[in-house]
């Protein structure tokens, strides 16, 4: 890869590479930060004087764990539990636990450095933070999932606490698995600590509009991006990929405000309904019955399902990636631009490769990069979090009110910041120098933290 960064930050991203050995995802997530952050040292030398930059790119504390756990044939099995805690210093180290089999310290850090910048953008008062396991949640019976989760729990609840780390869902972990962690949390500490964990069920200290948050909040984000263009998602040809939590509400949300969506897509294929997406359907599949996207096509004999399909060859107006990190090409990325996309949203993230990236700012269509656009979810975790603090439950209209001003407010200063560093309509640029700034002007304010 080309090199993009400044001078003084290269050997800092080297130091990462060189200390990190083998972790892919970790180190294209700090180039992308680093790669943005040459004119903020010229505006702020302190920066570089205290190495804040080295300072950020080194996790606060990494904890890795053993998770026993028993399956229904009585065999044992053994997964490996992570936790890094990445920055706390705009509040307690927040963000969520992914289940998947791919998992590994590279993907958390990841997530982790990602989730640094993400959470400041909010302006809410949350750290950065990730944890998870190589844990596949596919095929497992409701006795494993419990299982799993109270052991996961069982090592984890000591690094936690509503005032030292706050997790949530991610990829494999909704509301059940909330559940079942949360309940064991509470055995071992004898506390109803509400604002230890996020996303919990709305009848025991969850929030309303926190299952909905992350892809409303992408769709909010788009909305807005198209509006400095004059534009609005009105008769929108939307491609949609994902069918989990995020796509789910993604999709809903694209359909209320007038757009048209035509896709999602799992692990295995794609489904593509070019009469619109019955997203009834979808819920009652996924939410409900737990089944593979696949199964939409036996419903709606219209729809295709292609497996191993690429999603983004399909023709659209707008793209919105909403299942995992690299799941969209350079090439792909040339594809969506070829057939006329203008607009693309990640409710994922880093589901765009550097290569991906590029050509879409080089296009200069409206790309919201994951850490801005998928910020709503977090942000509503924020809003669970002070609910439990004062005790008290919003109602869905206030809540969800709250997060599109929210998801205005991130888009306003992703917009702005661009602006003033020079790179109109570089929401790239805009997200991670606002980011980063907002979290190194309180290290600097914390002393050599
Ligand atoms: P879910 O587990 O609910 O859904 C994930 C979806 O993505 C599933 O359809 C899954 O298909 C698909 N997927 C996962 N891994 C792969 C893969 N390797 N290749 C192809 N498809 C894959 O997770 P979420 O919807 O919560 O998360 C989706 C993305 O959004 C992730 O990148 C997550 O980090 C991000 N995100 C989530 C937030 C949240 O609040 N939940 C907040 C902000 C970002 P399959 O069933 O085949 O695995
Ligand atoms: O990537 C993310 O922002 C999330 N998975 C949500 C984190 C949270 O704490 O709500």
């Not at 180190?27 to 004119?39: D, I, K, T, W």
């Not at 927040?94 to 089999?101: E, I, S, T, V, Y």
């Not at 292609?306 to 350079?330: H, R």
């Not at 924020?382 to 001003?405: G, H």
């Given at each position: 890869?080309?090199?993009?960064?400044?001078?003084?930050?290269?050997?800092?991203?080297?130091?990462?590479?060189?200390?990190?050995?083998?972790?892919?995802?970790?180190?294209?997530?700090?180039?992308?930060?680093?790669?943005?952050?040459?004119?903020?040292?010229?505006?702020?030398?302190?920066?570089?004087?205290?190495?804040?930059?080295?300072?950020?790119?080194?996790?606060?504390?990494?904890?890795?764990?053993?998770?026993?756990?028993?399956?229904?044939?009585?065999?044992?099995?053994?997964?490996?539990?992570?936790?890094?805690?990445?920055?706390?210093?705009?509040?307690?180290?927040?963000?969520?636990?992914?289940l998947h089999p791919?998992?590994?310290?590279?993907?958390?850090?990841?997530?982790?450095?990602?989730?640094?910048?993400?959470?400041?953008?909010?302006?809410?008062?949350?750290?950065?933070?990730?944890?998870?396991?190589?844990f596949d949640p596919k095929g497992k019976?409701?006795?494993e999932m419990?299982?799993f989760?109270?052991?996961?729990?069982?090592?984890?609840?000591?690094?936690?606490?509503?005032?030292?780390?706050?997790?949530?869902?991610?990829i494999g972990v909704g509301?059940?698995e909330?559940?079942?962690?949360?309940?064991?949390?509470?055995?071992?500490?004898?506390?109803?600590?509400?604002?230890?964990?996020?996303?919990?069920?709305?009848?025991?200290?969850?929030?309303?509009?926190?299952?909905?948050?992350?892809?409303?909040?992408?769709?909010?984000?788009?909305?807005?991006?198209?509006?400095?263009?004059?534009?609005?998602?009105?008769?929108?040809?939307?491609?949609?990929?994902?069918?989990?939590?995020?796509?789910?509400?993604?999709?809903?949300?694209?359909?209320?405000?007038?757009?048209?969506?035509?896709?999602?897509?799992?692990?295995?294929?794609?489904?593509?309904?070019?009469?619109?997406?019955?997203?009834?359907?979808?819920?009652?599949?996924?939410?409900?019955?737990r089944?593979?996207?696949?199964?939409?096509?036996?419903?709606?004999?219209?729809?295709?399902?292609?497996?191993?399909?690429?999603?983004?060859?399909?023709?659209?107006?707008?793209?919105?990636?909403?299942?995992?990190?690299?799941?969209?090409?350079?090439?792909?990325?040339?594809?969506?631009?070829?057939?006329?996309?203008?607009?693309?949203?990640?409710?994922?993230?880093?589901?765009?490769?550097?290569?991906?990236?590029?050509?879409?700012?080089?296009?200069?269509?409206?790309?919201?990069?994951?850490?801005?656009?998928?910020?709503?979810?977090?942000?509503?975790?924020?809003?669970?979090?002070?609910?439990?603090?004062?005790?008290?439950?919003?109602?869905?209209?206030?809540?969800?009110?709250?997060?599109?001003?929210?998801?205005?407010?991130?888009?306003?200063?992703?917009?702005?910041?661009?602006?003033?560093?020079?790179?109109?309509?570089?929401?790239?640029?805009?997200?991670?120098?606002?980011?980063?700034?907002?979290?190194?002007?309180?290290?600097?304010?914390?002393?050599?933290?």
């Amino acid at each position: 890869m080309g090199s993009n960064l400044d001078e003084k930050i290269e050997p800092t991203f080297q130091q990462v590479v060189n200390r990190n050995p083998g972790e892919s995802e970790f180190h294209q997530a700090v180039r992308e930060v680093l790669e943005s952050l040459g004119p903020v040292l010229v505006k702020y030398p302190e920066f570089a004087h205290h190495k804040i930059i080295e300072r950020i790119c080194e996790p606060e504390r990494q904890i890795i764990f053993r998770v026993p756990w028993m399956d229904t044939n009585k065999e044992v099995q053994i997964n490996r539990g992570f936790r890094v805690q990445f920055n706390s210093a705009l509040g307690p180290y927040k963000g969520g636990l992914r289940l998947h089999p791919s998992v590994n310290l590279g993907i958390i850090k990841f997530l982790g450095f990602e989730q640094i910048f993400k959470n400041a953008l909010t302006s809410m008062p949350i750290g950065g933070g990730k944890g998870g396991a190589d844990f596949d949640p596919k095929g497992k019976t409701e006795g494993e999932m419990m299982r799993f989760c109270q052991s996961f729990m069982t090592e984890l609840y000591r690094y936690i606490g509503e005032y030292t780390d706050v997790p949530a869902g991610d990829i494999g972990v909704g509301g059940r698995e909330i559940g079942y962690l949360f309940g064991q949390y509470k055995r071992l500490v004898n506390r109803y600590e509400s604002g230890v964990l996020t996303g919990k069920g709305v009848g025991w200290g969850g929030s309303l509009a926190r299952t909905e948050a992350t892809g409303y909040g992408a769709t909010f984000f788009l909305n807005e991006m198209l509006k400095v263009r004059n534009d609005s998602l009105d008769g929108k040809l939307c491609l949609v990929s994902g069918a989990g939590n995020v796509a789910i509400y993604a999709i809903e949300k694209l359909h209320q405000l007038g757009a048209k969506v035509v896709t999602c897509s799992d692990s295995n294929g794609v489904i593509y309904d070019e009469k619109g997406i019955d997203l009834a359907l979808v819920k009652q599949l996924k939410e409900v019955e737990r089944r593979r996207i696949k199964d939409y096509a036996s419903y709606h004999k219209h729809a295709k399902y292609i497996a191993d399909g690429n999603i983004w060859e399909i023709p659209c107006d707008v793209a919105m990636p909403c299942a995992t990190q690299n799941e969209l090409s350079g090439k792909d990325a040339a594809t969506l631009i070829k057939n006329g996309c203008i607009a693309v949203s990640e409710g994922a993230n880093m589901p765009t490769t550097p290569e991906g990236v590029k050509i879409f700012l080089e296009a200069k269509i409206a790309y919201g990069p994951g850490k801005a656009a998928n910020a709503g979810g977090v942000a509503t975790s924020a809003l669970e979090m002070q609910q439990n603090a004062c005790r008290d439950a919003w109602t869905f209209e206030y809540t969800a009110q709250k997060l599109s001003e929210i998801m205005k407010s991130i888009h306003n200063l992703c917009y702005e910041t661009a602006e003033e560093f020079g790179t109109p309509g570089n929401y790239v640029y805009g997200a991670n120098i606002a980011g980063f700034i907002r979290v190194a002007k309180a290290m600097l304010a914390m002393g050599l933290i």
